[in-house]
């Protein structure tokens, strides 16, 4: 009942910039939280970043000071700006999504996952 569609990936070097973006699309009422998560490989999947609907932010401290995220509420969408890039920033990006969706004539929580955007760092 929501899509979300990633965007921005790729490779960069070390000390490069990136910025991600993920748009929800679907039968939405609110989305309360959005968020970033990465997956390195034979890591489990940590969170990057979060932000509700009022803008309040939450980061992972391995990322403080170098990765900014905003969202766009109008157009269900949210962003990742990642600057100063290293090598273990390397991982698959997933957004995340958790809100109210309409199910019919009713209201229903869901959580929500994006396919995933790969980042590598490396020279």
């Known amino acids: 009942q929501v899509h979300l569609v990633e965007s921005g990936g790729g490779l960069v070097q070390p000390g490069g910039s990136l910025r991600l973006s993920c748009a929800a699309s679907g039968s939405i009422f609110t989305i309360n939280v959005m968020g970033w998560y990465r997956q390195a490989p034979g890591k489990q999947r940590e969170l990057v970043a979060v932000?509700?609907?009022?803008?309040?932010?939450n980061y992972a401290d391995s990322v403080k000071g170098r990765f900014t995220i905003s969202r766009d509420n109008a157009k269900n969408t949210v962003y990742l700006q990642m600057n100063s890039l290293k090598a273990e920033d390397t991982a698959v990006y997933y957004c995340?999504?958790?809100?109210?969706?309409?199910?019919?004539?009713?209201?229903?929580?869901?959580?929500?996952w994006g396919q995933g955007t790969q980042v590598t760092v490396s020279s």
């Open positions: 932000i509700t609907n009022s803008g309040s932010t």
């Open positions: 995340n999504a958790h809100g109210m969706v309409y199910s019919g004539s009713a209201l229903r929580q869901g959580n929500y």
